[in-house]
């Protein structure tokens, strides 16, 4: 069976590492695993397959971004927080597409696919596997609804600003593309597939969820010091890791984790000289300074042996984001014997198992995230939860355990487009 993995990118964001890291988890399932991506930087990997036309496929990204900086009133706000899938690139002329057996599409926004171009995906007749690593395929323009349910109806008024007679005329695009399509969907978490059970859009569609996959050869428990010591990092004190591609990113709660430090260091002064912070992203030096516990920018790290050595370093690693689907973070982390923290909010409870692999904190509480992280630092039983992080990421999330399921999602959706021929 070949499977053909489509995704915009090869290594930035979380939906890049997932749709990489299953390529890897089906050919070693026995699966002959492909990807096919516009951008990124792709070394030594034959079964990786960029874009030809690079000046095209630049093209249809600027074009893009430009009919929706219009559609926004030449605001700048919102420009990627919102897709309409206007323009793309025909990929079923490609070798590669024609060769698969399965074409499974990840994140493809931005540029990479129109609705024109997954049209004649679907009309091509081979069978389709969908995985949503957001809402984006649920809602009209949105990757992130935000507690917004129009969705489940019709999206009709829009909070970031799109006109509503915009709104509708890409809904209804998005609409008879699946009605027309036989497209199986799946959702990176069960909360997701709960949201887009919801979707007016999505009624009546085949939705499972199976989680992303990690290689737990590579994210492994290993010596706390040692691998401060290879980062230059402190060994005498209490380490707390915050990892995103932009530290900057409102959506990630870094607001949430200055508060929370702020707290403790009012109630628990002693804090200061016990706890640093580790800022591992974009930007992380604009907001360092923020901090009141002494904090150290890391900028962006693309080494996923580096990012492992990063995980061991750490007593906690925080993520208070303010949606997520599942976040690779978080399983990172605990593969690595770290407890996690973070908001109950999208799949991160079904990741963290509250007090167990970490502390699950009220959404938008940062009293709560402060008690969670004071917990994690001083009275929880770090051993103890270091073991049941490991043992978690090794049932639930593992290579072999992932690539079994989505094998069967694929034999499915051969078998029913076989069935309907």
Same mark, same amino acid.
């Given at each position: 069976?070949k499977v053909?993995?489509?995704?915009?990118?090869?290594?930035?964001?979380?939906?890049?590492?997932?749709?990489?890291?299953?390529?890897?988890?089906?050919?070693?399932?026995?699966?002959?695993?492909?990807?096919?991506?516009?951008?990124?930087?792709?070394?030594?990997?034959?079964?990786?397959?960029?874009?030809?036309?690079?000046?095209l496929?630049?093209?249809?990204?600027?074009?893009?971004?430009?009919?929706i900086?219009?559609?926004?009133?030449?605001?700048?706000?919102n420009?990627?927080a919102i897709d309409?899938?206007?323009?793309?690139?025909?990929?079923?002329?490609l070798?590669?597409?024609?060769?698969?057996? @399965?074409?499974h599409?990840?994140?493809?926004?931005?540029?990479?696919?129109?609705?024109?171009?997954?049209?004649?995906?679907?009309?091509?007749g081979?069978?389709?596997?969908w995985?949503m690593?957001?809402?984006?395929?649920?809602?009209?323009?949105?990757?992130?609804?935000?507690?917004?349910?129009?969705?489940?109806?019709?999206?009709r008024?829009?909070?970031?600003q799109?006109?509503?007679?915009?709104?509708?005329?890409?809904?209804?695009?998005?609409?008879?593309?699946?009605?027309?399509?036989?497209?199986?969907? @799946?959702?990176?978490?069960?909360?997701?597939?709960?949201?887009a059970k919801?979707?007016?859009?999505?009624?009546?569609?085949?939705? @499972?969820?199976i989680?992303?996959?990690?290689?737990?050869?590579?994210?492994?428990?290993?010596?706390q010091?040692?691998?401060?010591?290879e980062?230059g990092?402190?060994?005498?004190?209490?380490?707390?890791?915050?990892?995103?591609?932009r @530290?900057?990113?409102?959506?990630?709660?870094m607001?949430?984790?200055?508060?929370?430090?702020?707290?403790l260091?009012?109630?628990?002064?002693?804090m200061?000289?016990?706890?640093?912070?580790?800022?591992?992203?974009?930007?992380?030096?604009?907001?360092?300074?923020?901090?009141?516990?002494?904090?150290?920018?890391?900028?962006?790290?693309n080494?996923?042996?580096?990012?492992?050595?990063?995980?061991r370093?750490?007593?906690?690693?925080?993520?208070?984001?303010?949606?997520?689907?599942?976040?690779?973070?978080?399983?990172?982390?605990?593969?690595?014997?770290?407890?996690?923290?973070?908001f109950?909010?999208?799949g991160?409870?079904?990741?963290?198992?509250?007090?167990?692999?970490?502390?699950?904190?009220?959404?938008?509480?940062?009293?709560?995230?402060?008690?969670?992280?004071?917990?994690?630092?001083?009275?929880?039983?770090?051993k103890s939860?270091?073991?049941?992080?490991?043992?978690?990421?090794?049932?639930?999330?593992?290579?072999?355990?992932?690539?079994?399921?989505?094998?069967?999602?694929?034999?499915?959706?051969?078998?029913?487009?076989?069935?309907?021929?």
């Amino acid at each position: 069976m070949k499977v053909l993995i489509v995704n915009t990118s090869y290594d930035a964001g979380g939906a890049a590492v997932a749709a990489r890291r299953l390529m890897e988890a089906l050919t070693l399932n026995g699966a002959e695993a492909s990807m096919l991506v516009r951008d990124g930087e792709v070394t030594n990997n034959s079964r990786v397959c960029v874009l030809p036309w690079r000046w095209l496929t630049q093209w249809h990204f600027l074009w893009e971004r430009l009919v929706i900086f219009a559609k926004l009133g030449f605001r700048s706000k919102n420009l990627f927080a919102i897709d309409a899938a206007i323009s793309g690139t025909d990929i079923t002329r490609l070798r590669e597409f024609r060769e698969a057996d @399965v074409i499974h599409l990840h994140w493809v926004n931005q540029g990479m696919l129109s609705f024109a171009d997954l049209r004649k995906i679907i009309r091509s007749g081979k069978p389709v596997v969908w995985t949503m690593h957001d809402a984006w395929p649920s809602t009209a323009l949105c990757h992130l609804t935000l507690g917004c349910r129009q969705f489940t109806s019709q999206c009709r008024q829009c909070k970031y600003q799109a006109p509503s007679a915009w709104l509708a005329k890409v809904w209804r695009r998005k609409q008879r593309l699946i009605q027309e399509g036989d497209i199986s969907f @799946v959702a990176c978490s069960r909360w997701l597939e709960s949201e887009a059970k919801a979707s007016a859009l999505l009624h009546g569609q085949h939705i @499972v969820s199976i989680p992303n996959c990690i290689d737990t050869r590579l994210f492994c428990p290993g010596d706390q010091q040692e691998a401060r010591r290879e980062e230059g990092l402190p060994t005498d004190c209490r380490l707390v890791l915050f990892v995103c591609q932009r @530290v900057t990113n409102a959506y990630k709660g870094m607001n949430y984790l200055i508060e929370a430090c702020r707290q403790l260091a009012d109630e628990h002064p002693e804090m200061k000289d016990e706890v640093k912070v580790v800022l591992l992203g974009s930007h992380a030096d604009e907001v360092a300074s923020e901090l009141p516990f002494p904090a150290i920018a890391v900028g962006y790290v693309n080494d996923e042996q580096r990012m492992a050595r990063l995980y061991r370093s750490a007593d906690v690693f925080v993520l208070p984001s303010l949606s997520e689907n599942l976040p690779n973070t978080i399983m990172e982390a605990m593969a690595c014997g770290v407890p996690c923290l973070g908001f109950r909010v999208g799949g991160i409870p079904e990741e963290i198992d509250h007090q167990r692999t970490g502390y699950v904190a009220r959404y938008r509480d940062a009293a709560d995230l402060a008690h969670g992280l004071r917990w994690l630092l001083y009275e929880a039983d770090s051993k103890s939860l270091a073991k049941e992080c490991v043992r978690k990421v090794k049932q639930c999330y593992s290579q072999a355990a992932v690539a079994v399921q989505y094998t069967e999602i694929y034999q499915q959706t051969m078998a029913h487009k076989h069935f309907r021929l």
